[in-house]
Protein backbone atom coordinates (compact mmCIF):
# COMPACT_ATOMS: atom_id res chain seq x y z
CA UNK A 1 0.00 0.00 0.00
CA UNK A 2 2.73 2.36 1.02
CA UNK A 3 4.40 2.04 -2.26
CA UNK A 4 1.24 2.12 -4.51
CA UNK A 5 1.51 5.96 -3.04
CA UNK A 6 4.33 6.72 -3.06
CA UNK A 7 4.10 6.07 -6.51
CA UNK A 8 1.40 8.25 -6.60
CA UNK A 9 2.96 11.19 -5.31
CA UNK A 10 5.51 10.35 -7.91
CA UNK A 11 3.47 10.37 -11.08
CA UNK A 12 1.32 13.21 -9.67
CA UNK A 13 4.47 15.35 -9.07
CA UNK A 14 5.71 14.88 -12.71
CA UNK A 15 2.50 15.35 -14.12
CA UNK A 16 2.85 18.27 -11.96
CA UNK A 17 5.66 19.78 -12.82
CA UNK A 18 4.75 19.12 -16.69
CA UNK A 19 1.53 21.30 -16.71
CA UNK A 20 3.64 23.90 -14.73
CA UNK A 21 6.44 24.29 -17.25
CA UNK A 22 3.46 23.54 -20.14
CA UNK A 23 1.52 26.62 -19.04
CA UNK A 24 4.26 29.15 -18.70
CA UNK A 25 4.84 28.85 -21.98
CA UNK A 26 8.07 29.06 -21.98
CA UNK A 27 7.82 27.08 -25.51
CA UNK A 28 5.25 27.37 -27.52
CA UNK A 29 2.40 24.59 -27.15
CA UNK A 30 3.06 22.83 -30.37
CA UNK A 31 6.81 22.16 -29.21
CA UNK A 32 5.89 21.29 -25.77
CA UNK A 33 2.56 20.04 -25.18
CA UNK A 34 0.18 19.96 -22.06
CA UNK A 35 -0.45 16.71 -20.73
CA UNK A 36 -4.25 17.35 -21.81
CA UNK A 37 -2.95 17.80 -25.40
CA UNK A 38 -1.66 14.68 -25.16
CA UNK A 39 -4.44 12.85 -23.44
CA UNK A 40 -6.51 14.38 -25.99
CA UNK A 41 -4.11 13.03 -29.08
CA UNK A 42 -4.11 9.51 -27.35
CA UNK A 43 -7.88 9.92 -27.02
CA UNK A 44 -8.42 10.45 -30.95
CA UNK A 45 -6.03 8.02 -32.17
CA UNK A 46 -7.47 5.32 -30.49
CA UNK A 47 -10.97 6.41 -31.24
CA UNK A 48 -10.00 6.36 -35.29
CA UNK A 49 -8.54 3.27 -34.67
CA UNK A 50 -5.09 4.21 -35.97
CA UNK A 51 -3.13 3.51 -32.86
CA UNK A 52 -5.36 0.25 -32.15
CA UNK A 53 -3.58 -0.72 -36.43
CA UNK A 54 -0.22 0.44 -35.17
CA UNK A 55 -0.38 -1.37 -32.44
CA UNK A 56 -1.61 -4.31 -33.81
CA UNK A 57 0.61 -3.96 -36.70
CA UNK A 58 3.64 -3.60 -34.58
CA UNK A 59 3.31 -6.50 -32.11
CA UNK A 60 2.65 -8.83 -34.98
CA UNK A 61 6.05 -7.58 -36.38
CA UNK A 62 7.99 -8.01 -33.19
CA UNK A 63 6.41 -11.35 -32.13
CA UNK A 64 7.70 -12.90 -35.24
CA UNK A 65 11.30 -11.37 -35.35
CA UNK A 66 11.27 -12.19 -31.60
CA UNK A 67 10.28 -15.80 -32.26
CA UNK A 68 12.58 -16.06 -34.79
CA UNK A 69 15.78 -14.60 -32.90
CA UNK A 70 14.45 -17.36 -29.44
CA UNK A 71 14.94 -20.06 -31.98
CA UNK A 72 18.05 -19.31 -33.58
CA UNK A 73 19.62 -18.01 -30.85
CA UNK A 74 19.23 -21.32 -28.88
CA UNK A 75 20.25 -23.27 -31.62
CA UNK A 76 23.53 -20.90 -32.05
CA UNK A 77 24.15 -20.76 -28.08
CA UNK A 78 23.88 -24.15 -27.50
CA UNK A 79 26.18 -24.76 -30.47
CA UNK A 80 28.90 -22.26 -29.12
CA UNK A 81 28.37 -24.01 -25.78
CA UNK A 82 28.85 -27.46 -26.55
CA UNK A 83 31.66 -26.85 -29.11
CA UNK A 84 34.88 -25.81 -28.40
CA UNK A 85 35.76 -24.89 -32.03
CA UNK A 86 33.23 -22.82 -32.04
CA UNK A 87 33.62 -20.97 -28.80
CA UNK A 88 36.67 -19.81 -29.98
CA UNK A 89 35.94 -18.64 -32.97
CA UNK A 90 32.48 -18.01 -32.93
CA UNK A 91 32.25 -16.72 -29.31
CA UNK A 92 34.63 -13.89 -29.87
CA UNK A 93 32.61 -12.68 -33.22
CA UNK A 94 29.48 -12.49 -31.32
CA UNK A 95 30.35 -10.29 -28.06
CA UNK A 96 32.04 -7.97 -30.43
CA UNK A 97 29.01 -7.89 -33.01
CA UNK A 98 26.77 -7.43 -29.76
CA UNK A 99 28.54 -3.37 -29.78
CA UNK A 100 26.95 -2.68 -33.29
CA UNK A 101 23.49 -1.15 -33.04
CA UNK A 102 20.93 -3.32 -35.26
CA UNK A 103 20.22 -0.12 -37.02
CA UNK A 104 23.34 -0.66 -38.81
CA UNK A 105 21.70 -3.78 -40.16
CA UNK A 106 19.26 -1.80 -42.13
CA UNK A 107 21.40 -0.57 -45.11
CA UNK A 108 21.98 -4.22 -45.79
CA UNK A 109 18.81 -5.25 -44.74
CA UNK A 110 17.24 -2.55 -47.55
CA UNK A 111 19.79 -4.16 -50.30
CA UNK A 112 18.53 -7.71 -49.60
CA UNK A 113 15.23 -7.58 -48.86
CA UNK A 114 13.90 -4.49 -50.72
CA UNK A 115 11.54 -2.14 -49.18
CA UNK A 116 9.45 -4.32 -47.29
CA UNK A 117 8.59 -6.28 -44.05
CA UNK A 118 11.13 -8.62 -44.35
CA UNK A 119 13.83 -5.90 -43.85
CA UNK A 120 12.36 -4.75 -40.78
CA UNK A 121 11.91 -8.13 -39.86
CA UNK A 122 15.56 -8.77 -40.44
CA UNK A 123 16.67 -5.53 -38.40
CA UNK A 124 14.97 -7.07 -35.22
CA UNK A 125 16.18 -10.15 -35.39
CA UNK A 126 19.55 -8.96 -35.76
CA UNK A 127 18.99 -6.82 -32.82
CA UNK A 128 17.98 -9.53 -30.44
CA UNK A 129 19.61 -12.95 -31.78
CA UNK A 130 22.83 -11.99 -30.13
CA UNK A 131 21.21 -10.98 -26.22
CA UNK A 132 19.50 -15.02 -26.67
CA UNK A 133 22.72 -16.41 -28.36
CA UNK A 134 24.96 -15.20 -25.19
CA UNK A 135 22.31 -15.89 -22.70
CA UNK A 136 22.04 -19.54 -24.15
CA UNK A 137 25.19 -20.05 -24.50
CA UNK A 138 25.70 -18.77 -20.59
CA UNK A 139 23.03 -20.64 -19.17
CA UNK A 140 23.97 -23.88 -20.63
CA UNK A 141 27.21 -23.60 -19.01
CA UNK A 142 25.69 -22.84 -15.94
CA UNK A 143 23.14 -25.53 -15.94
CA UNK A 144 24.30 -28.00 -13.65
CA UNK A 145 25.96 -31.28 -15.58
CA UNK A 146 23.68 -33.63 -13.42
CA UNK A 147 20.55 -33.06 -15.43
CA UNK A 148 22.13 -33.67 -18.31
CA UNK A 149 23.51 -36.97 -16.99
CA UNK A 150 20.74 -37.78 -15.57
CA UNK A 151 18.37 -37.06 -18.87
CA UNK A 152 20.70 -39.33 -20.86
CA UNK A 153 20.42 -41.91 -17.73
CA UNK A 154 16.52 -41.98 -18.12
CA UNK A 155 16.56 -42.74 -21.91
CA UNK A 156 16.42 -39.25 -23.38
CA UNK A 157 18.80 -38.20 -26.05
CA UNK A 158 19.35 -35.56 -29.06
CA UNK A 159 15.95 -33.98 -29.32
CA UNK A 160 14.51 -34.73 -26.62
CA UNK A 161 17.54 -34.29 -24.47
CA UNK A 162 17.42 -31.01 -25.85
CA UNK A 163 13.75 -30.03 -25.82
CA UNK A 164 12.59 -32.36 -22.14
CA UNK A 165 16.06 -31.43 -20.37
CA UNK A 166 18.72 -28.82 -20.99
CA UNK A 167 15.72 -26.58 -22.50
CA UNK A 168 14.05 -26.46 -19.21
CA UNK A 169 17.30 -26.63 -17.07
CA UNK A 170 18.84 -23.84 -18.53
CA UNK A 171 15.43 -21.45 -18.16
CA UNK A 172 16.17 -19.91 -15.19
CA UNK A 173 19.92 -18.67 -16.16
CA UNK A 174 18.15 -17.83 -19.50
CA UNK A 175 15.59 -15.74 -18.58
CA UNK A 176 17.30 -12.43 -17.91
CA UNK A 177 18.78 -12.69 -21.43
CA UNK A 178 15.55 -13.29 -22.82
CA UNK A 179 14.01 -10.27 -21.28
CA UNK A 180 16.99 -8.17 -22.71
CA UNK A 181 16.24 -9.98 -26.26
CA UNK A 182 13.17 -8.70 -25.92
CA UNK A 183 13.77 -5.22 -24.92
CA UNK A 184 16.19 -4.85 -28.15
CA UNK A 185 13.79 -6.34 -30.74
CA UNK A 186 11.13 -4.07 -29.38
CA UNK A 187 13.72 -0.86 -29.58
CA UNK A 188 15.16 -1.53 -33.06
CA UNK A 189 11.27 -2.68 -34.30
CA UNK A 190 10.81 0.95 -33.44
CA UNK A 191 13.76 2.70 -35.00
CA UNK A 192 13.17 0.45 -37.86
CA UNK A 193 9.26 1.17 -38.82
CA UNK A 194 10.69 4.90 -38.32
CA UNK A 195 12.68 5.23 -41.29
CA UNK A 196 10.10 3.72 -43.73
CA UNK A 197 6.55 3.80 -44.17
CA UNK A 198 5.06 0.84 -42.52
CA UNK A 199 1.52 1.10 -40.23
CA UNK A 200 3.94 0.50 -37.04
CA UNK A 201 4.11 2.80 -34.20
CA UNK A 202 6.93 3.60 -35.60
CA UNK A 203 5.62 5.30 -38.45
CA UNK A 204 2.81 6.95 -36.49
CA UNK A 205 5.31 8.47 -34.63
CA UNK A 206 7.07 9.95 -37.56
CA UNK A 207 3.69 11.23 -38.87
CA UNK A 208 3.28 12.95 -35.97
CA UNK A 209 6.81 15.16 -36.76
CA UNK A 210 5.44 15.45 -40.35
CA UNK A 211 2.36 17.35 -38.98
CA UNK A 212 4.24 19.18 -36.55
CA UNK A 213 1.59 17.58 -33.97
CA UNK A 214 3.94 17.29 -30.90
CA UNK A 215 1.43 15.86 -28.65
CA UNK A 216 0.64 12.86 -31.31
CA UNK A 217 4.02 11.98 -30.97
CA UNK A 218 4.25 12.11 -27.47
CA UNK A 219 1.20 10.09 -27.06
CA UNK A 220 2.92 7.39 -29.19
CA UNK A 221 6.38 7.37 -27.17
CA UNK A 222 3.97 7.04 -23.87
CA UNK A 223 2.50 4.01 -26.13
CA UNK A 224 5.97 2.43 -26.89
CA UNK A 225 7.52 2.69 -23.49
CA UNK A 226 3.70 1.32 -22.03
CA UNK A 227 3.79 -1.86 -24.61
CA UNK A 228 7.17 -2.42 -23.34
CA UNK A 229 6.67 -2.24 -19.46
CA UNK A 230 3.48 -4.44 -19.82
CA UNK A 231 5.33 -6.92 -21.39
CA UNK A 232 8.36 -7.50 -19.73
CA UNK A 233 5.79 -6.67 -16.23
CA UNK A 234 3.12 -9.27 -17.48
CA UNK A 235 5.30 -11.96 -19.22
CA UNK A 236 8.52 -11.83 -17.97
CA UNK A 237 8.01 -11.29 -14.48
CA UNK A 238 5.62 -13.51 -14.05
CA UNK A 239 7.63 -16.30 -15.81
CA UNK A 240 10.24 -15.35 -13.76
CA UNK A 241 8.14 -15.82 -10.54
CA UNK A 242 6.98 -19.15 -12.13
CA UNK A 243 10.41 -20.43 -12.49
CA UNK A 244 11.01 -19.16 -8.86
CA UNK A 245 8.15 -21.23 -7.34
CA UNK A 246 8.86 -24.15 -9.07
CA UNK A 247 12.78 -24.28 -8.36
CA UNK A 248 12.11 -23.00 -4.78
CA UNK A 249 14.68 -20.27 -5.80
CA UNK A 250 13.25 -17.32 -3.37
CA UNK A 251 11.46 -18.52 -0.14
CA UNK A 252 7.80 -18.03 -0.87
CA UNK A 253 6.84 -14.49 0.52
CA UNK B 1 43.88 -58.99 -9.03
CA UNK B 2 42.60 -59.83 -11.93
CA UNK B 3 41.47 -63.54 -10.57
CA UNK B 4 38.79 -61.59 -8.57
CA UNK B 5 35.66 -63.49 -10.91
CA UNK B 6 37.05 -66.54 -9.02
CA UNK B 7 36.73 -65.41 -5.20
CA UNK B 8 32.76 -65.37 -5.97
CA UNK B 9 31.76 -67.70 -2.79
CA UNK B 10 30.26 -71.13 -4.17
CA UNK B 11 28.08 -71.55 -1.13
CA UNK B 12 26.08 -68.69 -1.81
CA UNK B 13 22.98 -69.29 -2.81
CA UNK B 14 21.43 -68.34 -6.27
CA UNK B 15 18.49 -65.16 -5.20
CA UNK B 16 14.96 -67.08 -4.52
CA UNK B 17 12.16 -66.31 -7.10
CA UNK B 18 12.45 -62.51 -6.45
CA UNK B 19 8.60 -61.93 -6.08
CA UNK B 20 8.74 -64.03 -3.04
CA UNK B 21 7.97 -61.95 0.33
CA UNK B 22 9.87 -65.69 1.40
CA UNK B 23 12.82 -63.39 0.91
CA UNK B 24 12.90 -60.95 3.30
CA UNK B 25 13.72 -63.08 6.83
CA UNK B 26 13.50 -66.39 5.12
CA UNK B 27 16.13 -69.43 5.41
CA UNK B 28 18.60 -66.86 3.13
CA UNK B 29 22.15 -67.97 3.26
CA UNK B 30 21.41 -71.83 4.07
CA UNK B 31 22.64 -73.70 1.17
CA UNK B 32 20.68 -76.50 -0.27
CA UNK B 33 17.35 -75.14 0.72
CA UNK B 34 17.25 -72.88 -2.74
CA UNK B 35 17.65 -74.22 -6.02
CA UNK B 36 20.47 -73.73 -7.59
CA UNK B 37 19.80 -73.08 -11.17
CA UNK B 38 16.72 -70.69 -11.64
CA UNK B 39 15.68 -68.28 -14.07
CA UNK B 40 15.48 -64.77 -13.28
CA UNK B 41 14.07 -62.40 -15.56
CA UNK B 42 14.44 -64.89 -18.76
CA UNK B 43 17.87 -64.90 -18.52
CA UNK B 44 20.02 -67.74 -17.43
CA UNK B 45 21.26 -67.54 -14.08
CA UNK B 46 24.54 -69.32 -15.34
CA UNK B 47 25.52 -65.98 -17.28
CA UNK B 48 26.11 -63.06 -15.02
CA UNK B 49 23.67 -59.53 -15.09
CA UNK B 50 26.61 -57.47 -14.84
CA UNK B 51 29.74 -58.88 -15.63
CA UNK B 52 32.90 -56.36 -15.27
CA UNK B 53 36.13 -57.71 -16.92
CA UNK B 54 39.37 -55.93 -16.72
CA UNK B 55 37.99 -52.68 -16.53
CA UNK B 56 40.79 -50.14 -16.50
CA UNK B 57 40.40 -46.32 -16.28
CA UNK B 58 42.75 -43.61 -16.45
CA UNK B 59 42.79 -40.03 -18.01
CA UNK B 60 45.32 -37.07 -17.90
CA UNK B 61 45.55 -34.90 -14.76
CA UNK B 62 45.88 -30.95 -15.14
CA UNK B 63 49.90 -31.53 -15.01
CA UNK B 64 49.68 -33.57 -18.10
CA UNK B 65 50.78 -37.14 -16.40
CA UNK B 66 48.61 -39.94 -16.93
CA UNK B 67 46.34 -40.77 -13.43
CA UNK B 68 44.77 -44.76 -13.12
CA UNK B 69 41.73 -44.43 -11.67
CA UNK B 70 40.36 -48.34 -12.13
CA UNK B 71 42.97 -50.60 -12.50
CA UNK B 72 41.46 -54.30 -13.89
CA UNK B 73 38.26 -54.79 -11.75
CA UNK B 74 36.94 -57.54 -12.56
CA UNK B 75 33.34 -58.39 -10.78
CA UNK B 76 30.41 -60.57 -11.60
CA UNK B 77 26.66 -59.86 -10.46
CA UNK B 78 24.37 -62.33 -10.35
CA UNK B 79 20.72 -61.78 -11.63
CA UNK B 80 18.74 -60.51 -8.54
CA UNK B 81 21.46 -59.78 -6.33
CA UNK B 82 22.40 -57.43 -4.41
CA UNK B 83 26.38 -56.20 -4.26
CA UNK B 84 27.86 -53.61 -2.12
CA UNK B 85 30.88 -51.79 -3.46
CA UNK B 86 32.74 -49.70 -0.92
CA UNK B 87 36.17 -48.51 -0.43
CA UNK B 88 37.68 -44.93 0.33
CA UNK B 89 36.41 -41.84 -0.71
CA UNK B 90 38.78 -41.03 -4.26
CA UNK B 91 38.95 -45.02 -5.27
CA UNK B 92 36.57 -44.62 -8.45
CA UNK B 93 33.73 -46.49 -6.92
CA UNK B 94 31.29 -43.52 -8.17
CA UNK B 95 33.50 -43.94 -11.74
CA UNK B 96 32.41 -47.34 -12.01
CA UNK B 97 28.81 -47.38 -11.53
CA UNK B 98 28.72 -44.10 -14.17
CA UNK B 99 30.72 -46.77 -16.56
CA UNK B 100 28.24 -49.37 -16.19
CA UNK B 101 25.20 -46.69 -16.57
CA UNK B 102 27.10 -46.10 -20.08
CA UNK B 103 27.92 -42.51 -19.04
CA UNK B 104 31.27 -42.83 -19.19
CA UNK B 105 33.64 -45.07 -21.18
CA UNK B 106 36.10 -47.01 -20.20
CA UNK B 107 39.84 -47.55 -21.49
CA UNK B 108 39.77 -50.61 -21.66
CA UNK B 109 38.18 -53.69 -20.57
CA UNK B 110 34.39 -54.54 -20.93
CA UNK B 111 31.36 -53.97 -19.40
CA UNK B 112 28.82 -56.91 -20.23
CA UNK B 113 24.61 -57.30 -19.54
CA UNK B 114 23.43 -60.54 -19.89
CA UNK B 115 27.15 -61.12 -21.72
CA UNK B 116 26.23 -58.55 -24.21
CA UNK B 117 28.79 -55.63 -23.98
CA UNK B 118 27.28 -52.12 -23.04
CA UNK B 119 27.22 -49.18 -25.72
CA UNK B 120 26.02 -46.19 -23.84
CA UNK B 121 23.19 -45.33 -21.57
CA UNK B 122 20.48 -47.41 -21.64
CA UNK B 123 17.52 -48.07 -19.86
CA UNK B 124 18.45 -51.55 -18.55
CA UNK B 125 20.81 -49.96 -16.53
CA UNK B 126 19.26 -46.70 -14.08
CA UNK B 127 21.73 -44.76 -11.85
CA UNK B 128 21.19 -42.94 -8.55
CA UNK B 129 23.09 -40.41 -8.54
CA UNK B 130 24.35 -39.48 -5.23
CA UNK B 131 22.85 -35.77 -6.19
CA UNK B 132 20.41 -37.74 -7.00
CA UNK B 133 19.51 -35.20 -9.99
CA UNK B 134 15.97 -34.81 -10.03
CA UNK B 135 14.31 -32.24 -11.89
CA UNK B 136 13.01 -29.15 -10.54
CA UNK B 137 10.96 -27.75 -13.15
CA UNK B 138 8.69 -31.05 -13.09
CA UNK B 139 6.51 -32.22 -10.42
CA UNK B 140 7.73 -34.85 -8.68
CA UNK B 141 4.88 -37.05 -10.82
CA UNK B 142 6.26 -36.12 -13.98
CA UNK B 143 10.11 -36.79 -12.80
CA UNK B 144 8.64 -40.29 -12.11
CA UNK B 145 7.07 -40.27 -15.70
CA UNK B 146 10.42 -38.94 -17.01
CA UNK B 147 11.97 -42.12 -18.29
CA UNK B 148 8.68 -43.98 -19.68
CA UNK B 149 7.80 -40.57 -21.73
CA UNK B 150 11.39 -40.72 -23.33
CA UNK B 151 10.31 -44.71 -23.89
CA UNK B 152 7.57 -43.59 -25.43
CA UNK B 153 5.04 -45.36 -23.09
CA UNK B 154 1.43 -44.15 -23.96
CA UNK B 155 -0.04 -41.13 -21.40
CA UNK B 156 -2.42 -43.88 -19.80
CA UNK B 157 -0.16 -46.39 -18.98
CA UNK B 158 2.36 -43.70 -17.82
CA UNK B 159 -0.60 -42.42 -15.42
CA UNK B 160 -0.99 -46.08 -14.37
CA UNK B 161 2.86 -46.43 -13.30
CA UNK B 162 3.75 -43.78 -11.72
CA UNK B 163 0.74 -44.02 -9.41
CA UNK B 164 2.58 -47.61 -8.66
CA UNK B 165 5.48 -46.32 -7.86
CA UNK B 166 4.81 -43.65 -6.15
CA UNK B 167 2.81 -45.78 -4.08
CA UNK B 168 5.54 -48.14 -3.45
CA UNK B 169 7.56 -45.38 -2.18
CA UNK B 170 4.82 -43.86 0.16
CA UNK B 171 4.51 -40.60 -1.66
CA UNK B 172 0.93 -40.65 -3.69
CA UNK B 173 0.10 -37.71 -2.07
CA UNK B 174 3.11 -35.84 -3.64
CA UNK B 175 2.22 -36.49 -6.97
CA UNK B 176 1.90 -32.77 -7.61
CA UNK B 177 4.57 -31.18 -5.71
CA UNK B 178 7.41 -29.37 -6.63
CA UNK B 179 11.34 -31.42 -5.91
CA UNK B 180 12.28 -28.03 -3.67
CA UNK B 181 9.41 -28.79 -1.16
CA UNK B 182 9.95 -32.78 -0.20
CA UNK B 183 12.57 -33.36 2.36
CA UNK B 184 15.65 -35.20 1.69
CA UNK B 185 14.37 -38.89 2.31
CA UNK B 186 11.61 -37.55 0.12
CA UNK B 187 13.52 -36.71 -2.62
CA UNK B 188 15.53 -40.06 -2.15
CA UNK B 189 12.25 -41.87 -2.32
CA UNK B 190 11.43 -39.81 -5.70
CA UNK B 191 14.88 -40.91 -6.99
CA UNK B 192 14.11 -44.01 -6.33
CA UNK B 193 10.55 -43.96 -7.92
CA UNK B 194 11.93 -42.34 -11.21
CA UNK B 195 14.67 -45.32 -11.59
CA UNK B 196 12.32 -48.02 -10.73
CA UNK B 197 9.54 -46.69 -13.44
CA UNK B 198 11.73 -47.04 -15.89
CA UNK B 199 11.78 -50.95 -15.40
CA UNK B 200 15.73 -51.38 -15.63
CA UNK B 201 17.09 -54.66 -14.65
CA UNK B 202 19.59 -53.45 -13.13
CA UNK B 203 19.75 -50.67 -10.25
CA UNK B 204 22.89 -48.62 -9.69
CA UNK B 205 22.97 -46.97 -6.69
CA UNK B 206 25.79 -43.71 -5.79
CA UNK B 207 25.75 -43.60 -2.03
CA UNK B 208 22.23 -42.67 -1.81
CA UNK B 209 21.87 -42.08 1.52
CA UNK B 210 25.10 -40.23 2.48
CA UNK B 211 22.98 -37.12 3.39
CA UNK B 212 20.32 -38.32 5.08
CA UNK B 213 19.89 -38.52 8.85
CA UNK B 214 20.12 -41.72 10.83
CA UNK B 215 16.39 -42.49 11.45
CA UNK B 216 15.34 -41.46 7.40
CA UNK B 217 17.83 -43.96 6.35
CA UNK B 218 17.14 -46.64 8.56
CA UNK B 219 13.86 -46.51 7.11
CA UNK B 220 14.79 -45.92 3.52
CA UNK B 221 17.19 -49.15 4.13
CA UNK B 222 13.73 -51.19 4.62
CA UNK B 223 11.92 -49.89 2.01
CA UNK B 224 14.71 -50.26 -0.36
CA UNK B 225 15.09 -54.06 0.64
CA UNK B 226 11.41 -54.63 0.66
CA UNK B 227 11.39 -53.31 -2.97
CA UNK B 228 14.53 -55.23 -4.32
CA UNK B 229 12.65 -58.16 -2.61
CA UNK B 230 9.24 -57.19 -4.39
CA UNK B 231 10.67 -56.36 -7.90
CA UNK B 232 13.72 -58.90 -8.33
CA UNK B 233 16.25 -55.98 -9.81
CA UNK B 234 20.36 -56.45 -9.49
CA UNK B 235 21.49 -53.59 -7.46
CA UNK B 236 24.77 -52.23 -7.25
CA UNK B 237 24.89 -49.95 -4.13
CA UNK B 238 28.21 -48.05 -3.45
CA UNK B 239 29.13 -46.52 0.23
CA UNK B 240 31.39 -45.78 2.28
CA UNK B 241 29.92 -47.33 5.13
CA UNK B 242 30.22 -50.53 5.72
CA UNK B 243 27.87 -51.09 7.84
CA UNK B 244 25.84 -50.33 5.30
CA UNK B 245 26.95 -52.44 3.21
CA UNK B 246 26.51 -55.49 5.48
CA UNK B 247 23.21 -54.35 6.03
CA UNK B 248 21.85 -54.44 2.54
CA UNK B 249 24.34 -56.38 0.62
CA UNK B 250 23.73 -60.30 -0.38
CA UNK B 251 27.85 -59.65 -1.15
CA UNK B 252 30.47 -56.44 -0.35
CA UNK B 253 33.47 -55.86 -2.41
CA UNK B 254 36.04 -53.79 -1.25
CA UNK B 255 37.97 -51.60 -3.59
CA UNK B 256 41.43 -50.24 -2.89
CA UNK B 257 42.18 -46.55 -2.81
CA UNK B 258 43.91 -45.47 -5.96
CA UNK B 259 44.43 -47.30 -8.53
CA UNK B 260 40.62 -48.91 -7.63
CA UNK B 261 41.19 -52.53 -7.46
CA UNK B 262 38.44 -55.14 -6.30
CA UNK B 263 40.53 -56.13 -2.88
CA UNK B 264 38.52 -58.29 -1.86
CA UNK B 265 34.80 -59.77 -1.94
CA UNK B 266 33.06 -60.87 1.09
CA UNK B 267 29.57 -62.87 1.14
CA UNK B 268 27.10 -61.21 3.35
CA UNK B 269 25.46 -65.26 4.55
CA UNK B 270 23.61 -63.21 7.72
CA UNK B 271 19.50 -63.78 7.53
CA UNK B 272 17.44 -60.77 6.65
CA UNK B 273 16.21 -58.81 7.20
CA UNK B 274 19.18 -57.09 9.19
CA UNK B 275 19.50 -53.94 10.98
CA UNK B 276 22.26 -51.85 11.45
CA UNK B 277 23.00 -52.66 15.07
CA UNK B 278 22.78 -55.68 14.71
CA UNK B 279 25.75 -57.53 16.36
CA UNK B 280 26.85 -60.05 13.52
CA UNK B 281 26.46 -57.08 11.33
CA UNK B 282 28.68 -55.03 13.57
CA UNK B 283 31.11 -58.27 13.45
CA UNK B 284 30.90 -58.98 9.68
CA UNK B 285 31.53 -54.91 9.65
CA UNK B 286 34.63 -55.25 11.83
CA UNK B 287 36.22 -57.54 9.18
CA UNK B 288 35.86 -55.75 6.33
CA UNK B 289 36.52 -51.72 8.32
CA UNK B 290 40.06 -53.71 8.78
CA UNK B 291 40.61 -53.88 5.25
CA UNK B 292 39.13 -50.72 4.36
CA UNK B 293 41.01 -48.73 6.99
CA UNK B 294 44.77 -49.38 5.43
CA UNK B 295 43.17 -48.05 2.56
CA UNK B 296 41.50 -45.05 3.78
CA UNK B 297 45.56 -44.70 6.05
CA UNK B 298 47.19 -44.74 2.79
CA UNK B 299 44.71 -42.40 1.34
CA UNK B 300 45.15 -40.15 3.92
CA UNK B 301 48.71 -40.74 3.77
CA UNK B 302 48.89 -39.77 0.62
CA UNK B 303 46.75 -36.42 0.70
CA UNK B 304 48.67 -35.47 3.59
CA UNK B 305 52.48 -36.54 3.46
CA UNK B 306 53.87 -37.14 0.10
CA UNK B 307 52.47 -34.35 -1.86
CA UNK B 308 50.68 -33.92 -5.31
CA UNK B 309 53.47 -35.20 -6.92
CA UNK B 310 53.57 -38.68 -6.34
CA UNK B 311 51.17 -40.56 -8.63
CA UNK B 312 50.59 -43.99 -7.85
CA UNK B 313 52.48 -46.39 -10.09
CA UNK B 314 50.35 -48.99 -11.87
CA UNK B 315 52.12 -52.01 -9.61
CA UNK B 316 51.14 -55.31 -10.22
CA UNK B 317 49.95 -55.22 -13.01
CA UNK B 318 49.82 -58.38 -15.40
Redesign the interface.
Known amino acids: MKRAARLIVFYAGLLGLWTLLAQMKIWPPYLFPTPWGVGDALYAGFKDHSFVIAIAVSMRRVLIGYAISVVLGMILGLGVASSKFLEETMGGLLVSLQSLPSICWWPLALLWFGLSQNAILFVVVMGSLLSVTLAMEDGRKQMPKIYSMAGRNLGASGLQLFWYVLLPASLPFIVSGLKQGWAFAWRSLITAEMLYLSLGLGQVLMMGRDLNDMSAVIAVMILIIAIGYVVDGVVFKSMERRLQQRWGLTPST | MSTNAHNFPAQLPLPVDPRSPARIGGARGKAGRVPVVRLVRGVSADIPKVGLTDICLSYRTQSGERMLALDHINLQVKAGEFLCIVGPSGCGKSTLLHLI?G?HQQTSGQVLVDGKQVQG???DR??I?Q????????TVGDNVA??M???GIGKAEREEKTEYYLRLVHLSQFKRS????LSGGMRQRVALA?ALA?EPDVLLMDEPFAALDAQTRDLLHDELERIWAETGRTIIFVTHNVREAIRLGDRVALLTFRPGRVKREFPVDLPRPRSLEDVDVARAAREILDELREEINRSLEEEYNTGPKTIVPAEGQP
Open positions: ALTGTILFELGLFPWLFGKMKYIHQRT
